[in-house]
């Protein structure tokens, strides 16, 4: 178990490509979006959006998305609130809770605007790092870890990630529900920007414990299994109080008129979202019998989502891959994976998967 306290992240940014190189060429398996067509209720809604919409403010309060949004994880709309992505979330959680000098603790590795929103509050994040031996699975060792750092550190709030980015792996919804418990003035926030991936249930998801827990936030977002990336829809589920704190600091009109009609239209077709999900699971399994077969490579096992973590045993695998121009997200130097050559691929179009796993094989 190793816990640190972060005094900088800005030397630790994840590299997508080398520097000065012209992204266009290669096939974009470092930004995790959902690389497939939407559902085709969304297109319907997209051709039939009114062209007056578009010189009209939207509904700010995005009642109707939130309707919907309540609907299909069985809460209240009070429970929701919709952002421009989960990046607005992630940047007006910490600009809430923490004022300069907190602390937040992170489950590391993870997705690194959790750190670095909080950090550019003024705020110290302490890292509790997932042990790599353990294929960064989060145990109740963990928890009594995590608990004596929120204690020692008198943190304010707890980001984990769950299915995880990088890993994939999910954090069991019963270990979440032991730290909220013992910590009712603590906020942990729960991401789950790729839960759909893992089920549509919102009983398998942090959702369940909203209605027992106030100071549980969880973050879900349109732009994974619904492949609406570009579209920028995001919400938080939560008890109506902390609803309405993050609310008072959203950008006013923040999601468009476009964005709420598709989003709504792509929860009015979840038949589509779960066929999609069985062919990323199946390709990721794909790309899992071909990575089993090369000694060199190690990866993490047991992601339920379209991102894997990959690392090579002796040479700059982002490199190797570049030169075959495929473009990965180089993750050395972030906290919890400071001295491996990890990096995330994700899970792409059927031709850009068939590249890859033939790129994979010629790797020494």
Request: glycine share 6%.
């Amino acid at each position: 178990m190793l816990s640190l306290v972060a005094s900088s992240y800005a030397s630790a940014q994840p590299r997508m490509t080398g520097p000065g190189v012209d992204v266009s060429g290669l096939r974009r398996l470092d930004l995790a979006e959902g690389a497939f067509s939407p559902s085709p209720a969304v297109m319907r809604a997209l051709r039939a959006v009114r062209r007056s919409a578009l010189s009209e403010l939207p509904d700010r309060e995005a009642k109707r998305l939130r309707r919907a949004i309540a609907t299909f994880l069985g809460v209240t709309h009070e429970n929701v609130a919709v952002f421009s992505g989960t990046d607005e979330i992630i940047d007006v959680i910490p600009r809430t809770y923490l004022d300069p000098g907190d602390v937040a603790v992170a489950v590391v590795p993870t997705f690194g605007r959790l750190i670095r929103t909080s950090e550019k509050v003024g705020a110290r994040v302490k890292f509790h790092a997932l042990r790599e031996d353990r294929g960064f699975t989060l145990g109740l060792d963990d928890v009594a870890g995590i608990s004596e750092d929120v204690v020692r550190a008198g943190a304010r709030i707890v980001w984990l990630c769950s299915p995880g980015n990088p890993t994939g792996r999910v954090i069991a919804t019963d270990l979440v529900e032991l730290l909220a418990g013992q910590f009712p003035d603590v906020k942990f926030i729960v991401d789950e920007a790729y839960q759909e991936y893992v089920s549509l249930d919102p009983r398998r998801s942090s959702v369940s414990l909203i209605a027992k827990y106030e100071n549980v936030i969880v973050l879900r977002t349109f732009s994974k299994a619904f492949g609406l990336a570009g579209v920028r829809i995001g919400y938080a589920v939560a008890a109506e109080r902390t609803c309405a704190e993050l609310a008072t600091l959203r950008i006013a009109f923040s999601t468009s008129v476009v964005g709420q009609e598709l989003a709504v239209a792509a929860l009015s077709d979840l038949e589509y979202t779960e066929r999609l999900v069985a062919r990323v699971r199946k390709e990721r399994r794909r790309l899992e019998r071909v990575l089993d077969a090369k000694a060199a490579l190690v990866y993490v096992r047991g992601s339920v989502s379209n991102i894997i973590l990959v690392r090579h045993q002796h040479e700059d695998l982002h490199a190797v891959l570049a030169r075959h121009s495929i473009a990965s997200l180089d993750l050395r130097g972030n906290p919890g994976l400071e001295h491996a050559n990890f990096v995330r691929l994700s899970i792409g179009r059927p031709n850009d998967n068939r590249f890859l796993r033939d790129v994979v094989r010629t790797i020494g």
